[in-house]
């Protein structure tokens, strides 16, 4: 288990930088107090970070006293001597994270108490299952390997023009006829994706995977006649056609945008005089401005520019390219053997909105794409920007938590499983996916009463309950006009409960791991608080937008 705090300059690199913080190969072990220490707090929530290494963290007291007011130094064995840490605020500084915690007796500086933690290769708690960074928006598609006509063919005719479209996996197609004859059927087989719709001879085709045309020959194809040749991807190249006259070349590429419910697709650029080209995509169709020669061409979902070279384009010179949205699938060990499937993928329009996609999945088939996956369901969102700003994740094997903080504004994401109620043998597969908003379209300046956490409005989030997403999930407790306090008068957390409020179908599914509904208590907490409760510590988050005292949920610092 555990938390930091990193800063990012877009929704692009959050995804990246989220998900190379769950996959990361270091953690850190638990801090062990000194013997002869004198203050019996602790240290807990230690935590690595991306850039980790292998070294030994020591803290030592600088300034007795509790929280609050005592100070540690803190020093790195091999990444040397960091900024301070006080008791009773989280920590966190691009090497580690952890948190101090005083106890009843005072921290002190006479013999400094002190505190160690070694950071070392360990096991993934996540495990990348696909990763398509945000830095890779444009892609390459690869012509595949010069097809390879069967034997036996007795029909002449040739397949020309492979290209991949998504390319996400290497693979060998074989390609072989079902019927006779001029415009013969084919039936299309990868050796990873499995089969596909059929392809006709002499009409071009395209499967979202593969893009080819076969031609007829003189003599006309048999049942059996077949075509053989593989595929692979590249990243960030652009193909000239092979029949091109002019040699000149396509550069500065920049992928602003690529919008998901497009999905991927192959770019093409025809050239139609020596100096202008056509901009087309497979699923947007002509793109309505021309690329010209020496100048930087953008529309707002990729950026480019056309040089020229020793010998001038002619008519009819071409390149490929892909676009494509940045996605991560993530796999959670859970109790070690468990396999829990995550996920969240782009969503903008590269001008006004730039979200993410939240997804959780029963499975993971590499040769099918994001939407593909089994138990994909649309309709829950988390509502991002493309400035800077910073994301909080707190996570262990089972979920993760990462709550995007947006200048005032706190987006929202929960993804993996809750502690449900149910026995494992009831229920294996608690799977839980929330965020703020079911609109892949919702701006960040929203107030729509749609753009709401998930702890506040069933619309934001979901549960997987056995064979489907529920549809009908609601959450406890959903009426936070109460204020809860113990018979003391201290402020009692309440575990956020996924329920279900049908009245034919009502149940209590389970606890959100780490999630705690708490009163602000007339502004005496607010956001970003540390609040200590039972010696752990809690960051207060409130609903995105919202300020009062009644949107505010804890998260506990694991």
């Known amino acids: 288990m555990s938390w930091t705090r990193i800063s990012v300059t877009d929704f692009g690199d959050a995804a990246d930088k989220l998900a190379e913080f769950l ?20 240290v807990f929530g230690a935590s690595s970070a991306i850039d980790s290494v292998d070294e030994v963290w020591t803290l030592v007291c600088t300034l007795g006293g509790g929280n609050g007011v005592a100070t540690f130094s803190v020093t790195g064995s091999v990444s040397g001597a960091q900024a301070v840490a006080t008791a009773g605020v989280p920590y966190h500084n691009g090497f580690c994270s952890f948190t101090i915690v005083g106890g009843t007796v005072d921290f002190t500086t006479g013999t400094p108490d002190d505190f160690t933690f070694n950071i070392a290769a360990a096991t993934q708690n996540w495990e990348l299952q696909r990763g398509l960074r ?26 020309t023009g492979v290209l991949t479209i998504t390319g996400v996996v290497a693979e060998t197609w074989t390609i072989t006829a079902t019927t006779t004859g001029p415009t013969a059927t084919f039936s299309v087989v990868g050796s990873v994706s499995g089969g596909h719709a059929a392809a006709t001879s002499a009409t071009p085709y395209d499967n979202g995977f593969v893009s080819f045309t076969i031609s007829d020959g003189g003599v006309a194809y048999i049942i059996g006649d077949d075509f053989t040749f593989d595929t692979e991807r590249t990243v960030d190249t652009v193909i000239s056609d ?39 995509g497979s699923l947007s169709g002509d793109f309505g401005s021309d690329a010209t020669v020496g100048i930087t061409y953008n529309n707002g979902e990729f950026e480019l520019l056309i040089t020229a070279g020793g010998t001038p384009f002619e008519v009819g010179d071409k390149f490929y390219f892909e676009t494509r949205p940045f996605e991560y699938i993530l796999k959670g060990i859970g109790g070690g053997s468990d396999e829990i499937f995550v996920g969240y993928r ?91 908003s079911n609109s892949n379209t919702t701006l960040i300046s929203s107030t729509a009463g749609t753009h709401t956490a998930w702890w506040k409005v069933p619309t934001s989030g979901d549960i997987y309950n056995n064979a489907s997403w529920d549809g009908n999930s609601d959450i406890w ?82």
Not at 140 to 152: H, L, R, T
Not at 384 to 411: H, K, M, V, W
Not at 514 to 531: E, K, L, M, P, Q
Request: hydrophobic share 35%; with cysteine; proline share 5%.
């Open 477 to 558: 407790p959903y009426d936070t006009s109460s204020i809860y306090k113990t018979e003391e008068g201290l402020l009692a957390l309440i575990p956020v409960t996924v329920i279900n409020q049908i009245v034919s179908e009502r149940a209590v599914y389970g606890e959100s791991e780490g999630c705690f509904y708490v009163d602000g208590d007339g502004g005496a907490i607010t956001i970003s608080d540390s609040v200590i409760f039972n010696s752990e510590f809690f960051f207060i988050v409130q609903d995105v937008f919202r300020v009062g005292t009644d949107n505010l949920m804890a998260l506990r610092l694991e």
């Open 134 to 159: 945000s830095d890779e928006r444009l892609a390459s598609i690869q012509p595949g390997s010069v097809s390879d006509p069967g034997a036996g063919n007795t029909g002449n005719g040739t397949l």
């Open 23 to 42: 996959t990361r190969t270091k953690r850190a072990d638990t801090p062990v107090p000194n013997v002869g220490n004198t203050g019996n707090g602790v």
């Open 346 to 436: 782009e969503e903008t329009n590269g001008s006004t909105y730039y979200n993410w996609q939240l997804q959780g999945f029963t499975g993971y088939l590499s040769a099918n794409d994001f939407d593909a996956q089994p138990g994909h369901e649309f309709g829950i969102y988390s509502i991002q920007t493309d400035g800077n700003f910073d994301i909080l994740i707190i996570e262990n094997a089972r979920r993760f938590i990462c709550i995007p903080i947006i200048g005032s504004t706190y987006a929202q994401i929960y993804l993996g499983w809750i502690l449900p109620v149910a026995t494992p043998s009831q229920w294996d597969y608690p799977l839980f996916k929330g965020g703020d």
């Open 242 to 280: 092979a029949a091109n006259v002019g040699d000149g070349t396509v550069g500065s590429m920049v992928g602003i945008a690529s919008d998901q419910r497009a999905g991927p697709e192959i770019i093409t650029l025809t050239a139609t005089s020596a100096t202008n080209f056509d901009v087309d």
